[in-house]
C-alpha cells in the first residue's frame, strides 16, 4: 500500500557530506512523523533524526549541529543532510514514515529498504 524509498546512499571520507533523501508512495493520506534511522554492523537500529508533521524535529545526540532533517510534504519526501560525518556514523539507513492509507485514519509505520553510508578514507 505504502512504499518509501531511500537514495543517497555512498562512499564518503570522514569530515565530508552526504545529503538522502526518502520519496513515499502509494495510497497515503496523510504522513504524520518521518524519520531517518541507522543500524551498523552488530548494533540495533537507532534514530538519527525525526521530524513531525508540524516540523518539530528530534536528533540523536551524536548527530546534533551536523545533521539536519527537513520535509516536503507535496512531494512526501524527508531529507536527510549530513555534514561532518565519522567513521562513527557509518551504517545501512533506514527511512521510517507513520502513515495514515485512504479510507483509514489510523497510522501504520513503514520502512524503506535501507541505504548504505560509509565513511572512511
Known amino acids: 500500500q505504502v512504499q518509501l524509498v531511500e537514495s543517497g546512499g555512498g562512499l564518503v571520507q570522514p569530515g565530508g557530506s552526504l545529503a538522502l533523501s526518502c520519496v513515499a508512495s502509494?495510497?497515503?493520506?496523510?504522513?504524520?512523523?518521518m524519520g531517518w534511522y541507522r543500524q551498523a554492523p552488530g548494533k540495533e537500529r537507532e534514530l538519527v533524526a525525526a521530524?513531525?508533521?508540524?516540523?518539530?524535529?528530534n536528533y540523536a545526540d551524536s548527530v546534533k549541529g551536523r545533521f539536519t532533517i527537513s520535509r516536503d510534504d507535496a512531494k512526501n519526501t524527508v531529507y536527510l543532510r549530513m555534514n561532518s560525518l565519522k567513521p562513527e556514523d557509518m551504517g545501512v539507513y533506514y527511512c521510517?514514515?507513520?502513515?495514515?492509507?485512504?479510507?483509514?485514519?489510523?497510522?501504520?509505520?513503514?520502512w524503506g529498504q535501507g541505504t548504505q553510508v560509509t565513511v572512511s578514507s
Open positions: 502509494g495510497s497515503i493520506f496523510k504522513i504524520n512523523t
Open positions: 521530524i513531525s508533521s508540524g516540523g518539530n524535529t
Open positions: 521510517n514514515a507513520e502513515v495514515s492509507t485512504i479510507g483509514t485514519t489510523l497510522l501504520r509505520g513503514y
